[in-house]
């Protein structure tokens, strides 16, 4: 079975930093696009970042020059650099990745759980 699993969220004062993980795991035959997602309480989900396979990337306005996006194709993870944090970055941050299975499959977006970022004024 392939899931996605984000890591690496927590508490961090604002104008710290935070470096979160999502690792696929299970039978994958190629990762497309990654992305990162938020969700604030009463809002709704939002991009955050994103990175193709090549490496091409693009940033939500909020978190630009502050959040860095970055992909280990060898190992199936995507990392999301987090710095100069605001108390507004506090979320649920998602991972989704287009992910297939075979060769002979249609990809799919497969979301993770979700890791829990608070940031305190």
């Known amino acids: 079975q392939v899931q996605v699993v984000e890591s690496g969220g927590g508490l961090v004062q604002a104008g710290g930093s935070l470096r979160l993980s999502c690792a696929a795991s299970g039978s994958i035959f190629s990762i497309g696009t990654v992305a990162w997602y938020r969700q604030a309480p009463g809002k709704q989900r939002e991009l955050v970042a994103g990175v193709t396979t090549g490496g091409r990337t693009n940033y939500a306005d909020s978190v630009k020059g502050r959040f860095t996006i970055s992909r280990d194709n060898a190992k199936n993870t995507v990392s999301l650099e987090m710095n100069s944090l605001k108390p507004e970055d506090t979320a649920v941050y998602y991972c989704?990745?287009?992910?297939?299975?075979?060769?002979?499959?249609?990809?799919?977006?497969?979301w993770g759980p979700g890791t829990q970022v608070t940031v305190s004024s």
């Open positions: 989704k990745a287009f992910v297939r299975r075979t060769w002979t499959t249609v990809g799919s977006d497969l």
